[in-house]
């Protein structure tokens, strides 16, 4: 049975009323909204409440789903310890998920912590469709730091669990838009915070899954939006069917964006698989820059795949350009998958015979050594971008006002900590922001006595 219906629903503590004390009177058509949203679920009258959270337990490489047979929750961090949840949950839904997930060999599962306590993302959604509805287990997943294609992906194979239980299942997708719509919100403006919510309820608005996909990382991190990877999972959990959605309501006057959208399957429509097309497409243009790689760009591809796929260190190929085997350089190698950084490793002055022999070698580090990433699987493989960075030899600076984001690279020094940073990265866009991520990549602090350096680079993509 597919899923009766999705919901995407913000989740500010505040418009419950004991937390919000009247506050909440100014987001009335928020609170609107989600009275029908309770009702509706209450007529659909489910067995299961999937709800999707970004604040319950998360990793950056796995996707936790409820643990354990029930959990409590409360709004006592709220200051209002008298609203009490006891929910159980649907732990044959659960082991369904987990058992897909096991055979597809994807990241999700009751593995890690057991979050016994419900989180607000969760609690705030419940606090309506308990008012109307007190049926229906739960079943409450976490997001992660993977890519939205993972997170699309999760969502199908909870649609597959749905189906092969026969569970009468809604899907809520908890989150809040952009935390930057003014200047008196809790993080302030950015211009990228109207654009995001007019952005993103035009998308679920129309019931446009696939245009979620257009999201870029960076652009939701300067929007500082906490809801996409949540609309994410829903939208993969009613993949390759016709939706009937409908806007509720949107509201920014906290500063916060509220967003409350309906989602009601209809027939099947292979035309509406966006993970299937999303993917088609990024291989085509994968493909097309493979053939527009040049040579210091190739060499780290060959020089991965042949060590992830065979255990190998690749020769200096004899046909190289003379600047990669006639000069000494450091290098930097970058690897992204599915638009998220997978690697990233090189050398700041060199170390090796040659810059062919230190791409080589950089590029194997990149994909098997990074601490902060796990090995590359051959999987994987199709799916990387790279990209090399040759060094220019670093020169002392005296102030930030010697550097340029866009220009320059900086290495910041105390003692024998150091910290780099490559110049023209998506996101970066102050100096400020540069030294401060250098300094900690190099677990230098404010206090310390440090010093600047300044390089250039050459990108090879």
Known sequence: MPILAAFAVPHPPMIVPEVGRGSQAQVEKTISAYRQVAQQIADLKPDTILISSPHATMYMDYFHISKGESARGSFADFRAPQVVFNEKYDTKLVGMIEYLAETRDFPAGTLGERERRLDHGTMVPLYFIRQKYQGGKLVRIGLSGLPLSSHYELGRIIKEAVDQTGSRAVFIASGDLSHKLQDYGPYGFAPEGPDYDARIMDVLGRGAFGELFDFSDSFCEKAAECGHRSFVIMAGAMDGQKVKAEELSHEDVTGVGYGICTFYPEEDDPDRCFLNIYMDRQQEQLQKQ?????????????????????????????????????????????????????????????????????????????????????????????????????????????????LDVKRYGVIVSCGRKRGLLLPDLDGVDTVEQQIEIAMSKGGISEHDPYTLERFEVIRHR
């Open 290 to 402: 493979r053939e527009e790689e040049d040579a210091y760009v190739t060499l780290a591809r060959q020089s991965l795949e042949s060590y992830i796929l065979h255990k190998k260190t690749i020769q200096v190929p004899k046909d190289l350009p003379k600047d990669l085997t006639g000069r000494r350089a450091g290098a930097f190698v970058s690897i992204h998958e599915h638009g998220k950084l997978r690697g990233c490793i090189g050398t700041i002055l060199p170390t090796r015979s040659s810059l062919a022999q230190e791409i080589i070698h950089n590029a194997i580090s990149a994909s098997t050594r990074d601490p902060r990433f796990s090995p590359i699987t051959p999987e994987e493989l199709p799916w990387l971008e790279l990209n090399v960075d040759v060094l220019g030899e670093p020169e002392k600076i005296d102030s930030p006002d010697q």
